[in-house]
């Protein structure tokens, strides 16, 4: 049995059943596919900007809305993931997180640094 048919809506003119799309010939007559849109450029340009070599290391996230409690989130590359709620436990966090800055074996060159 076949599905009965389902009413037309009142003012939409019935939708045609598409097929699958073919595929465009290529212009040289070989049947290939096209691959590229035309206008599209194939080559991937270098990058205009240049950077100066820096980079994130350590990430400081302040929540404060108003009327609730902050929040502050310190993370680092290096594997610290700290997280703070309060006001003096945020401003601590603060605190200890600019500390990191300077103590972080990954911003601190640890070549002569005695063993």
Sequence with gaps: MSTPSRPRLEGHPPTPRLGPANAVPARSGRGAPKVVAEGVPIAV???????????????LTITAPRGATPTVTSV??????LFAAGHHRA??????HTRHRDLCPL?????????
């Design 45 to 59: 340009r270098p990058d205009q900007q240049t950077g100066d070599g820096r980079h994130p290391v350590a990430w």
């Design 76 to 81: 680092c590359q290096c594997g610290r993931n």
């Design 91 to 96: 401003l601590a966090l603060i605190e200890d």
């Design 107 to 115: 911003r601190t060159p640890q070549e002569g640094a005695a063993a």
